[in-house]
């Protein structure tokens, strides 16, 4: 079993930062991308930003240049720096991860529980 737990969201004043951790555990043969998306209660959960195999990076429009993904190999973590926050990046955040836990297992989707960021104008 895979389980993803996220860290790290909160109340933050606008132009505020925080940092978003997500951590894989259990039965792990391979990552092959670590991503982070959000959703609020009007919209569908939408991308924010991937990392896929060691070192291709996307983001969306709407957070490129002011957050900033990376990863822990060796702890199966993904992180999110976000700074220069705004209002409406107010959602509940939640880490993807598409992983193998043997090695003639297909990759898989998982999903962490989610962490609410919230933002004061």
């Known amino acids: 079993q895979v389980q993803l737990v996220e860290s790290g969201g909160g109340l933050v004043q606008a132009g505020g930062s925080l940092r978003l951790s997500c951590k894989a555990s259990?039965?792990?043969?391979?990552?092959?991308?670590m991503g982070w998306y959000r959703q609020t209660p009007e919209n569908q959960r939408d991308f924010v930003a991937i990392?896929?195999?060691?070192?291709?990076?996307e983001y969306s429009d709407s957070v490129k240049g002011r957050f900033t993904i990376s990863k822990h190999n060796v702890t199966n973590t993904v992180y999110l720096e976000m700074s220069s926050l705004k209002p409406e990046d107010t959602a509940v955040y939640y880490c993807n991860m598409a992983l193998k836990r043997f090695i003639n297992e297909p990759y898989y989707q998982y999903w962490g529980q989610g962490t609410q960021v919230t933002v004061s104008s």
């Open positions: 259990g039965t792990i043969f391979e990552i092959g991308s």
């Open positions: 990392i896929i195999g060691e070192e291709s990076i």
